[in-house]
């Protein structure tokens, strides 16, 4: 997700008969006030819920109970409209790019000893979860889906580097159907008698 959705999850986004999320809305900063808006480009979408984000969630809700949040829909005249928001300020006010990535963001990463640039801002979570799906074999039409890209292309493009190489997929395969452990990385090793064959 990007950041500004991430900020208006509310626990009403979470579908109760299947583990998804549907993304459908944003808090957007325009001219310096917040709006709630829809995702970028307009497009709603519903991305596969992993039962350990739930989890988290579902901690993160009892710990931090999710607060009622009224922001005007669209633009700054827009009706306002109130949402139950999982993320807020320590006031109970909705999150900001301008306000969570120096006061928040960048503290906890330089707390970790990652370097602070423009390559570990929050974005970089939405590349980790691409890549993440990549290498475990997703296609680049879910991925664009689950992504809100318009164009799978565009997917395509922005994270073909990130794609297993075709070398990699095919010792990764026979590997798996030989019962062979990819870590061990000793050699190959006797599996029901097929080391000459």
């Given amino acids: 997700m990007r950041q ?17 999320l549907r993304v459908v809305r944003q808090v957007k900063l325009v001219r310096g006030a917040l709006i709630f808006a829809p995702p970028k480009g307009g497009k709603t979408r519903e991305v596969p ?30 009706d306002p409209t109130t949402v139950t928001l999982y993320l807020t300020t320590a006031d109970g006010l909705p999150l900001s790019r301008s306000k969570f990535n120096p006061g928040v963001w960048k503290r906890a990463i330089r707390a ?20 993440v799906l990549l290498d475990a074999g997703e296609s680049v039409k879910a991925l ?6 318009a164009d799978p292309g565009f997917t395509l493009r ?26 061990a990385g000793d050699g190959p090793e006797s599996v029901d008698g097929l080391e000459t064959a």
């Avoid at 500004?4 to 998804?20: H, K, N, Y």
């Avoid at 970790?112 to 890549?131: C, E, F, K, Q, W």
């Fill in 49 to 78: 819920l992993p039962a350990s984000v739930a989890h988290r969630l579902s901690d993160h809700a009892k710990q931090y109970p999710s607060i009622e949040v009224t922001l005007p829909w669209g633009t700054l005249t827009g």
């Fill in 112 to 131: 970790a000893g990652i370097p602070d640039d423009r390559h570990n801002g929050m974005h970089v979570l939405r590349h980790t979860y691409a890549s």
């Fill in 4 to 20: 500004g959705e991430i900020f208006g999850v509310s626990p009403g986004d979470l579908d109760a008969t299947r583990p998804t």
């Fill in 144 to 149: 664009s889906t689950y992504l809100g890209h």
């Fill in 158 to 183: 922005t994270y073909t580097h990130l794609l297993p190489t075709s070398e990699d997929r095919t010792r990764r395969a026979i590997d798996t159907a030989f019962g062979e452990d990819q870590a």
